[in-house]
């Protein structure tokens, strides 16, 4: 085990321009992973339907074997595909965790393999438990570390969305892979891409486009999670109760910083509890409608 901060040798450089970037890693693996060089993220549903899990394989693949390394969060599903792949592939993988080091979850083969053929990352101590709370805050660094995040699958409030507005508010580029109208799995996608994201079907098109400009995706504002507390009644809430407020207005209002406000909007929207309008305004949904 192996603990980074910036001013260790193998600390990655890009970590430390987006917001809130972590203070100390702890790694298990090959800490040579991160080195400078291309990197993808690949994200999606932890339950996948057989075209996600194929077409999560069929890019991590490719991208491997194109030598340049793969990120995601080894959870089940997408994830798990994703580095698998990228592992029969002969390639290089980093999975970042939402717990310590010293005990990946899930606990697994896979883990096992990422350990002697990759490397686990995590910003939480040796022997932290995986926690609910940790997994959006743990999303900003697979974006952070990558130089673009492609979404294989995801439901409509997916966890996997918060990672794609990390990336685009860090400037990474942001992908979406299509699937079926009436597949609940696409509509994450679907959603990213009347967003902004671009639409992918082949890893070539992601590979080509690298040294493209950045993309211009999504709004301002869209962060995750990154606090515990959820009382069952938010003063956000109740600021925009009969209220179509922007962000600023919020923030006056509720006399809290941006930075603290972003989080919980995002927590809200992805919930359903509030409703983004054009214009980056904020109002109460309309029961009913």
């Known amino acids: 085990m192996h603990s980074l901060t910036p001013a260790s040798a193998n600390w990655p450089a890009c970590l430390t321009t987006i917001d809130s970037p972590p203070t100390k890693l702890w790694a298990r693996g090959d800490p040579g992973l991160l080195a400078p060089g291309p990197r993808i993220a690949i994200v999606g549903s932890?339950?996948?339907t057989p075209y996600g899990e194929a077409q999560a394989r069929r890019f991590?693949?490719?991208f491997a074997e194109a030598g340049i390394t793969i990120v995601s969060g080894l959870a089940r599903g997408i994830d798990s595909f994703a580095h698998a792949g990228a592992l029969d592939a002969g390639g290089k993988t980093i999975g970042i965790l939402g717990c310590g080091v010293d005990r990946p979850w899930p606990p697994g083969p896979l883990a096992t393999r990422m350990l002697?053929?990759?490397?686990?990352?995590?910003?939480?101590e040796p022997g932290s438990s995986p926690r609910r709370s940790h997994f959006p805050q743990r999303n900003r660094i697979i974006s952070g570390l990558a130089d673009a995040v492609l979404v294989v699958e995801a439901a409509h409030a997916s966890g996997s969305l918060i990672t794609a507005h990390w990336a685009a508010d860090q400037g990474r580029d942001v992908f979406a892979l299509p699937g079926r109208v009436d597949n609940p799995m696409s509509r994450g996608c679907h959603r990213l891409i009347r967003e902004g994201a671009e639409l992918v079907e082949s890893p070539a098109a992601i590979i080509e486009s690298l040294g493209n400009p950045r993309l211009?995706?999504?709004?301002a504002g869209s962060r995750p999670l990154q606090r515990e507390d959820s009382p069952s009644r938010d003063p956000l809430l109740d600021a925009l109760e009969g209220e179509t407020l922007s962000t600023d207005e919020l923030v006056t209002k509720l006399g809290v910083p941006t930075c603290d406000l972003l989080p919980k909007l995002a927590e809200l929207e992805l919930a359903g509890s509030i409703i983004r309008s054009p214009g980056n305004l904020w109002r109460l949904p309309v029961h009913g409608a």
Request: without cysteine; aromatic residues 10%; charged residues 15%.
């Open 46 to 48: 932890r339950s996948p």
């Open 116 to 124: 002697d053929q990759g490397l686990l990352l995590s910003e939480f």
């Open 60 to 62: 991590a693949i490719a």
């Open 216 to 219: 211009a995706f999504g709004t």
